[in-house]
């Protein structure tokens, strides 16, 4: 991705990320003071139900007094204290006073709990009412709720239970009013909000049991979980309800509250909604605006980033095409930016860069030369003065037997010609391994197998590993047979891992453990040599590449720099680890396919400008 891009979706992303943020702190903001506003309300009708539910209780108890302080029902209650008293005159009393005193529910039963009248289900006259009996203070309670059986339905009834006394015995008066879609109508709703009443009667959610003030409830499976909620917790609940399909989201918030009985079993749960759906409107209507608002300011971003992202880059792409250009091999390249500011400063630093460069490139390489024709006359120099001393005695030697006698001459002459043989091969061999060294063939490439090379190299060296008086060096090789064939020259590659063989040879005089590998990595084939000698300091390894550089007391340096070359023009890669005393291991990566062809001009000859050439690659 290129600067300008990265600049221009800077620009994009935080003005996405502005809009973003506006859009979600006025959303947050709008959504709390709805919130806020919804409890309000719903507090407030909680509030008011409570009230009215008190209120309701404390009508029922009233109207259940006045009964019992009625003259006719104390004149009931002592005509039913008397011996042999018979019950079934007051058979339908309850109907008429339950009218009287605007009553849902009247039952009177005896002191042994026997009914003896009642309202609702008339025929129910004998059965016994047991639980009215076994509380002692009726007259101090207040009202509460409880199931009301019917002829024909089950009831929830708002009841209230009060005593004559007549001697020991009691008259019991349990009357009530129903709690359904008429106690609803009776609150007072803000709109946007709404009550419902479920009635638990049975098992389960039945969803004919939940009624709003007109009558059934539409969807009441919506409100399933809620009461199953309520059931299994007893507490009040509260949770949102969704309706229907955006935009406009028939969202509301329900506030449950259980209404226990006597016993504090739950008969039935008050329901109290909050319409959200002006909330889920003004949210929608402002996630569009800010859509539409974030669409045009993220056009009119693209446009002035771009503008502002091409003055900004267009100097730096300037700036890189040069440095490209002194990449290539271009010194006298120069850019033109007729900026003052930053960008103009540095582009004139990089002209002034270039141009000392330059200058300093071309004393650099004068300097080079010369010093690679001292490092050159300084190794011919070493390496020749070893043979040339003993040619020089042999021909003093010679000079001195021409004046002895023939016999002793013959034998004098025989055995320094001899010596001047040898000496003679001897510079001979080394001029050779200069010239062969200045004279590396360009690579044929063509498929190899690297572990058949690694074999046949170290077989070479076998003799080697076990001679006699030398300590031995054992070999071990750890070669991955799934190894593809890499397109190399296959004499340069061998020659390359018999020099680092040799090498590592070198390092254990002492004898040691000689380790060679080879596998895959990151899609390259990796070889490694690993000796157990003495190691390299980190001077040494960053030096060791070097032409004539050696370790040894006696070389000439150009093995490992052979390797490299070789390693180089299969364009690959050559790196040593090794550390005082742990050994080395040399690693080589070479790459499976040949993607660059090799162009050069073959060396016509031994001189040293060859020869320089090639060193310094």
């Known amino acids: 991705m290129s600067f300008r891009t990265k600049l221009l979706a800077f620009f994009v992303v935080t003005i996405v990320a502005a809009v973003t943020l506006v859009t979600w702190s006025v ?35 009233h109207r259940v007094q006045n009964i019992a302080d009625d003259e006719a029902t104390l004149r009931m209650a002592m005509d039913l204290n008397r011996p042999q008293a018979d019950s079934s005159q007051y058979y339908n009393d309850a109907r008429g006073i339950a009218q009287t005193q605007q009553l849902d529910f009247l039952d009177i039963v005896a002191d042994d709990g026997t009914l003896i009248s009642s309202y609702e289900w008339p025929a129910r006259f004998g059965y016994k009412n047991d639980w009215v009996g076994k509380e002692p203070d009726w007259n101090s309670k207040g009202a509460f709720l409880r199931r009301v ?94 309706s229907g399909a955006p935009p406009a989201t028939n969202s509301e918030t329900f506030h449950a509250i259980p209404l226990l009985g006597r016993d504090g079993d739950l008969l039935s749960v008050l329901l109290v909604g909050s319409s959200r759906q002006g909330m889920v409107q003004m949210l929608y209507f402002i996630r569009k605006l800010a859509e539409s608002i974030g669409g045009g300011v993220i056009v009119l971003g693209l446009i002035l980033g771009w503008w502002f992202s091409a003055r900004v880059t267009r100097p730096i792409e300037k700036l890189a095409s040069g ?35 330059a200058e300093q490139r071309e004393r650099l390489v004068q300097t080079e030369r010369v010093a690679a024709w001292r490092e050159l006359a300084r190794r011919l120099a070493h390496e020749l003065k ?25 034998e004098v002459f025989a055995e320094s010609t001899e010596t001047l043989r040898a000496e003679l091969e001897n510079l001979k061999a080394i001029v050779g391994r ?20 690694v074999r046949s190299a170290v077989r070479l060296f076998e003799p080697q590993f076990s001679a006699v008086g030398r300590p031995p060096i054992a070999p071990e090789l750890y070669l991955d047979e799934n190894l593809p064939r890499p397109q190399a020259d296959p004499v340069l590659l061998r020659r390359a891992i018999e020099n ?37 300091t980190p001077e040494e390894c960053a030096r060791l590449f070097t032409p004539y550089y050696t370790t040894k007391r006696h070389g000439t340096g150009l093995g490992l720099a052979i390797v490299q070359s070789v390693v180089s023009d299969h364009h690959g ?39 320089l050439a090639i060193g310094a690659d």
């Open 149 to 242: 059986d019917g002829p024909d339905s089950v009831d929830l009834g708002m009841l209230a239970v009060r005593t004559v006394g007549i001697g020991s015995k009691r008259l019991f008066l349990i009357g009530g009013l129903r709690l359904d879609q008429n106690f609803l109508a009776t609150l007072v709703l803000s709109e946007g909000m709404r009550a419902l009443l479920y009635r638990n009667l049975e098992q389960g959610f039945v969803p004919t049991e939940l009624t709003d003030p007109r009558g059934q409830v539409s969807q009441p499976a919506l409100f399933s979980p809620m009461i199953a909620e309520v059931q299994r917790t007893g507490h009040e609940f509260q949770t949102t309800v969704v």
């Open 434 to 453: 200069f010239s062969d060294f200045a004279k590396m063939p360009h690579p044929e490439f063509e498929p190899v197998d690297v572990n058949e090379l």
């Open 27 to 61: 959303s947050v903001y709008t959504r709390r003071a709805f919130e806020e506003f919804d409890r309000q309300r719903t507090d407030a009708l909680v509030e008011q139900f409570r009230r009215e539910y008190a209120q309701r209780g404390e009508e029922i108890a």
């Open 500 to 536: 680092l063989v040799l090498n590592s040879m070198d390092a254990m005089p002492a004898g040691g453990t000689l380790t060679v590998r080879t596998a895959m990595h990151a899609g390259t084939v990796r070889l490694e040599v690993t000796d157990t000698g003495e190691g390299l």
């Open 323 to 357: 440095a490209r250009e002194v990449a290539s091999g271009n010194w006298n390249a120069r850019v033109n930016v007729r900026s003052r500011d930053e960008v103009g400063q540095l582009a004139n630093a990089f002209n002034e860069m270039t141009r000392q460069l």
């Open 386 to 410: 070893n043979p040339l001393f003993p040619l020089q005695l042999t021909v003093e030697n010679l000079q001195r037997a021409r004046s002895q006698s023939s016999e002793q001459f013959d």
């Open 573 to 611: 890669k050559i790196e040593v680890e090794s550390a005082p005393g742990a050994g080395a291991t040399f690693r080589i990566d070479l790459p499976v396919e040949q993607t660059i062809s090799l162009q050069g001009t073959k060396s016509s000859g031994d001189g040293p400008e060859n020869f």
